[in-house]
DNA sequence: GTGGCTGCAAATCATTTGCATATAC
DNA sequence: GTATATGCAAATGATTTGCAGCCAC
């Protein structure tokens, strides 16, 4: 649970990070640092802007979240799925789902002769949504 | 060559767009904005950025060329190879490469009933270079 | 001749930084 | 008690916008 995994993270458990860590994990929304604010405006009226950059940069650092960005939009997105995953991104409202991409290739340690970290992919288009 | 594709995209040919366009198509670099603008400075000491952002904006939008964003990067970077292709960026030296992908779920025009018009993907890790 | 380009200066907006205060451990 | 978090205000830096003059066609 969310104490748990700020503590195996050696990171101090405070309001702030346990809520914004569980808002991130529990909603699928891959919110940006706005909508953090926004939703942690709503729990106390005295939060910082630069507590959810600092927050958000330390649970990225610890594996706790992941960070993505996608063309066409301005703002980092926020993952709490951890495990590789990939996205889809609607070119109308905005909105992101996550898909499964079987590929071979993702599983590859090197290409070219480059060594292989990180894997990203997404498609863009126009959600089953917006189609109707 | 340069200027017919301008005229096919029913851009006005200029010096600035000639060059641009050709820099970025010509070089591999993937260039970014102030690259582009770098570039233009050593052929005349009068452009403007503003006139650089146009201009990509206008060869994006006619696709002539392709924009691609990465996490670790904070500037949009322009590719001159708008067939579908893909891209290893290296963590160290923050080097472009393009690479070849082949996945069967890149060719798919649905997934989970969203219709999907374009596929970005990317590798990161240490390029052959950095690895020495 | 005119609509589309160029380029200056100013604005925007996400994110970062410096620093003083507060708090988890 | 101390190292680490929080949060304010100010800075940064890529990109955009408004607008006047210029030039390709």
Redesign the interface.
Known sequence: MITNKLKKASLKSTFQREKILEYIISRKEHPTADMIYRYMLTLSPCISKTTVYNTVKSLTKTNLIK?????GQDEIRYDGTVDTHHH?V??KCGKI?D?E??????NKKE??????????????????EC?K
């Open positions: 960070s993505v960005k996608f063309l889809f609607c070119e789902y898909i991409v079987l590929c071979q290739n993702f290409i070219n002769e480059h060594k292989i970290n990180n894997v990203y992919a997404y498609f863009t288009g126009i959600c089953k189609k």
